[in-house]
């Protein structure tokens, strides 16, 4: 397992878990990152990563990213 932030643009990966706060993991829940779901690195921009999962895209800066273990 490594951190989402380590992951290269265009990758894609299976979510393997979750940590940080009740808080922060909820809040990424409400994003669409959850346990199994797959998550593509869409580009990398300075302190910020675009992602792609659940057919969306969202913006999470690199330190939500290290709380994403794929």
Known sequence: MIPLS???VGETASIQK????DEVRQHLA???F????RV??????GGSMILSVKDSR?????????RIMV
Do not use: H, Q
């Not at 959850?34 to 779901?37: A, L, S």
């Not at 593509?40 to 921009?45: F, I, M």
């Open 18 to 21: 979750i940590t940080g706060r």
């Open 58 to 66: 969202v913006a999470i800066d690199r330190t939500m990213a290290m």
């Open 6 to 8: 380590m992951a290269g």
């Open 34 to 37: 959850v346990v199994g779901e």
């Open 40 to 45: 593509t690195v869409v580009s990398v921009l």
């Open 30 to 32: 409400e994003l669409g």
